[in-house]
């Protein structure tokens, strides 16, 4: 199994930037896909981000495409999400993800999950 961590989290005015990390832990020795989502209050939780097992390819939302990008360093186990332009419906509780498998194509179901970190963005 793959534990994970989410950090960054916080408020911030639209038009701002924040960087969440995500640190994994036990099974990180095989290949895994990270992704994140995110759920706002009263609604269901939706896709955000998605990247390889290598970094090598990476899917996006529509309604981030452009403003966030999706990274990770496997030499430290720790995947990111650097997240620009921020707006007020990007407000909501972020997950991170992972998959055993190398994570290509969007859709799939994620095995794995952190416990959330808060975002909130202010207008």
């Known amino acids: 199994q793959v534990q994970l961590v989410e950090s960054g989290g916080g408020w911030v005015q639209a038009g701002g930037s924040l960087r969440l990390s995500c640190a994994a832990s036990?099974?990180?020795?095989?290949?895994?896909?990270m992704g994140w989502f995110r759920q706002a209050p009263g609604k269901e939780r939706e896709f955000v981000a998605q990247i390889t097992w290598n970094g090598g390819v990476t899917y996006y939302s529509a309604s981030v495409k452009g403003r966030f990008a999706i990274s990770r360093d496997n030499a430290k186990n720790t995947g990111f999400l650097q997240m620009n332009s921020l707006k007020p419906e990007d407000t909501g509780v972020y997950y991170c993800a992972a998959r055993d498998g190398l994570g290509y194509g969007t859709g799939i179901e994620f095995d794995y999950w952190g416990q959330g970190t808060q975002v909130t963005v202010s207008s």
């Open positions: 036990g099974r990180t020795d095989r290949r895994y896909a």
